[in-house]
């Protein structure tokens, strides 16, 4: 399931050309071969706080970039060896999230569609509007900084919803989850099922080798369940030793096939020292319940599934048990 990204992100800070972290200055690279258009681009550039650094051809820019790493690279496109969309190809092999704006006294149309294929931000015609550059290079660093944003309120989105030790969703986002999809199966008459999942005699297990052992042996149980399961399924840590597994569009049979599969995985898989546990393996018991077939909200499906579950635990472990009424 994808992570929402807020339409706008409001509290943008103020332009600097040191950028988001505040220390290390942005680092512009000038290809050019006129010494007089470097010269310019050096001093206005350094004059708006940037770390220029210039160089006369293609050849000597990618020795550049290849020992030192440029946020910006402006380049002039006609330029005897190299020309500029070999440097530009070559920047983005090197490192793609280098900006590279191209200028060029030659402008035409399908020069600058080609430049923007190949990954140019932007294009620019002599002679060199001095505003213009300076705009530009304002704008893509404001554009860095919107799009790092964006990437850590993703982080800390997948950060709340996620449980630190499995890396699957945790208590709070499975329930979160859980009422969406009841919500679309009650607005289009869809079917869910839920796996209330436990591992078989764990305090056993983990009194007998210790927390460490017990929190690798769930992490791999998170990993079988994971890769078991259908890329639709939805799967959860719901606390302490016991998983959940949402199955959106699956009525109970087909979750009991899920189920299963699931469960025998789990009971093939290799774990290590098992002879402290009471059967010497290490296995799982699964409870199955469905909507709208045992229940008609959340809440109510939570606890039939955990009857079930209760119902497989109490009958010998190890085992699929779909709720049914008394």
Same mark, same amino acid.
Not at 19 to 30: M, T, W, Y
Not at 81 to 88: D, I, K, R, T, Y
């Given at each position: 399931?994808?992570?929402?990204?807020?339409?706008?992100?409001?509290?943008?800070?103020?332009?600097?050309?040191?950028?988001?972290?505040?220390?290390?200055?942005?680092?512009?690279?000038?290809?050019?071969?006129?010494?007089?258009?470097?010269?310019?681009?050096?001093?206005?550039?350094?004059?708006?706080?940037? $770390?220029?650094?210039?160089?006369?051809?293609?050849?000597?820019?990618?020795? &550049?970039?290849?020992?030192?790493?440029?946020?910006?690279?402006?380049?002039?496109?006609?330029?005897?060896?190299?020309?500029?969309?070999?440097?530009?190809?070559?920047?983005?092999?090197?490192?793609?999230?280098?900006?590279?704006?191209?200028?060029?006294?030659?402008?035409?149309?399908?020069?600058?569609?080609?430049?923007?294929?190949?990954?140019?931000?932007?294009?620019?015609?002599?002679?060199?509007?001095?505003?213009?550059?300076?705009?530009?290079? &304002?704008?893509?660093?404001?554009?860095?900084?919107?799009?790092?944003?964006?990437?850590?309120?993703?982080?800390?989105?997948?950060?709340?919803?996620?449980?630190?030790?499995?890396?699957?969703?945790?208590? &709070?986002?499975?329930?979160?989850?859980?009422?969406?999809?009841?919500?679309?199966?009650?607005?289009?008459?869809?079917?869910?099922?839920?796996?209330?999942?436990?591992?078989?005699?764990?305090?056993?297990?983990?009194?007998?080798?210790?927390?460490?052992?017990?929190?690798?042996?769930?992490?791999?149980?998170?990993?079988?369940?994971?890769? $078991?399961?259908?890329?639709?399924?939805?799967?959860?840590?719901?606390?302490?030793?016991?998983?959940?597994?949402?199955?959106?569009? $699956?009525?109970?049979?087909?979750?009991?096939?899920?189920?299963?599969?699931?469960?025998?995985?789990?009971?093939?898989?290799?774990?290590? &020292?098992?002879?402290?546990?009471?059967?010497?393996?290490?296995?799982?018991?699964?409870?199955?319940?469905?909507?709208?077939?045992?229940?008609?909200?959340?809440?109510?499906?939570?606890?039939?599934?955990?009857?079930?579950?209760?119902?497989?635990?109490?009958?010998?472990?190890?085992?699929?048990?779909?709720?049914?009424?008394?």
């Amino acid at each position: 399931m994808s992570v929402d990204v807020p339409d706008k992100i409001r509290a943008t800070e103020p332009f600097d050309p040191e950028g988001a972290a505040g220390k290390v200055p942005v680092r512009v690279l000038i290809v050019d071969d006129e010494p007089m258009i470097r010269q310019l681009l050096t001093d206005v550039l350094g004059d708006e706080g940037y $770390t220029v650094e210039t160089v006369p051809c293609g050849e000597e820019a990618v020795l &550049k970039l290849r020992d030192a790493r440029f946020d910006y690279v402006i380049t002039d496109l006609m330029m005897p060896g190299m020309s500029g969309l070999q440097v530009l190809e070559t920047v983005k092999q090197l490192d793609p999230e280098t900006e590279v704006v191209v200028m060029t006294g030659y402008a035409s149309l399908n020069t600058a569609v080609e430049c923007m294929k190949l990954g140019a931000a932007d294009y620019l015609n002599k002679p060199i509007n001095i505003d213009e550059i300076r705009i530009i290079i &304002k704008r893509m660093i404001e554009k860095h900084s919107l799009e790092q944003k964006a990437r850590e309120v993703d982080f800390y989105k997948e950060l709340s919803r996620t449980d630190g030790l499995t890396q699957l969703y945790n208590h &709070k986002f499975f329930h979160q989850l859980l009422g969406t999809e009841i919500s679309r199966a009650q607005r289009y008459g869809g079917k869910i099922s839920l796996l209330m999942i436990d591992v078989d005699h764990f305090k056993a297990y983990n009194d007998g080798n210790g927390h460490p052992m017990g929190d690798a042996a769930l992490q791999k149980v998170s990993w079988i369940l994971s890769e $078991t399961s259908r890329d639709v399924d939805s799967v959860a840590r719901y606390g302490g030793e016991e998983f959940a597994v949402i199955a959106p569009e $699956t009525p109970k049979a087909g979750a009991m096939e899920l189920a299963e599969r699931l469960r025998r995985r789990v009971e093939e898989a290799q774990f290590q &020292k098992t002879e402290v546990m009471p059967n010497k393996q290490f296995t799982i018991s699964i409870g199955v319940a469905a909507y709208p077939e045992d229940a008609t909200t959340k809440s109510e499906l939570i606890e039939k599934a955990d009857q079930a579950l209760y119902g497989a635990k109490s009958t010998g472990r190890n085992r699929v048990v779909a709720w049914q009424k008394p």
